[in-house]
């Protein structure tokens, strides 16, 4: 079936640094990814809308000068968490949905887990 | 906000049939009920998904009411590999799925 990568699984950063986690669809291009944040113990929370050769779509109450996300080729998105602080230490998880923004099989990758000293 | 409501919580034995209820009165007509599920500190996994027929892979089994507002998903013979947060899903305008808090679920062995 589709596979959804992510790298790096794990990441530890300093306060005030930033970090960058990039989301890969393996054997299918995909225009649109999402991407999600979960905390521990909470459901998943959208984040933005990633849209290949355009600007990101933000959910309310999301920064989107503090997360960077740019969808530069068919395969790949990346989110770029700026300077960022012990609470933005998550699990932040990427989709793309085959065939399309309404392809009905949606594919998560493994998710990353951002801890912020 | 997620159009479906679920129970927080369930148990099943191993081996039995685990069957999580769904509630979703106010999606549209046309709009399908997904269902994923999310093993501990991994990405959610689809299962399956439906309009109004009642389906079934070789995953599990999603059972549709007639008036489209509830569905369960049947796990037929749950296993252990199965213990697992079941999202049970529709998307919003934007094609975009909403999470709720979907419901914990327990094998005993």
């Known amino acids: 079936g589709a596979v959804v990568s992510q790298h790096p699984s794990r990441v530890i950063c300093k306060s005030g640094t930033s970090v960058k986690i990039e989301c890969r669809s393996l054997?299918?291009?995909?225009?649109?990814m999402f991407w999600y944040r979960q905390f521990p113990k909470q459901s998943l929370m959208l984040m933005a809308t990633s849209n290949e050769g355009s600007k990101a779509t933000y959910e309310q109450g999301v920064e989107k000068d503090k997360f960077l996300i740019n969808h530069a080729s068919l395969t790949l998105s990346t989110l770029t968490v700026t300077s960022a602080h012990p609470e933005d230490s998550s699990f932040y998880i990427c989709?793309?949905?085959?065939?399309?923004?309404?392809?009905?099989?949606?594919?998560f990758g493994p998710g990353t887990r951002l801890t912020v000293t | 906000d997620a159009k479906t409501t679920q129970p927080p919580s369930m148990d099943c034995a191993e081996g039995r049939a685990a069957n999580l209820p769904c509630n979703h009165s106010t999606i549209s007509g046309n709009e399908y009920v997904y269902w994923y599920r999310q093993i501990h500190s991994q990405g959610p996994q689809y299962i399956i998904h439906?309009?109004?027929n009642n389906e079934t892979n070789e995953m599990a089994s999603l059972i549709i009411t007639e008036d489209r507002k509830s569905s369960t998903l049947i796990l037929p013979h749950a296993t252990l590999r199965d213990t697992a947060v079941y999202y049970c899903?529709?998307?919003?305008?934007?094609?975009?799925?909403?999470f709720g808090k979907g419901t914990r679920l327990h094998i005993l062995p």
């Open positions: 989709s793309a949905p085959k065939g399309g923004a309404s392809g009905h099989e949606q594919y």
């Open positions: 439906g309009l109004k």
């Open positions: 899903l529709s998307r919003d305008r934007d094609d975009k799925i909403i």
């Open positions: 054997d299918f291009q995909a225009t649109t």
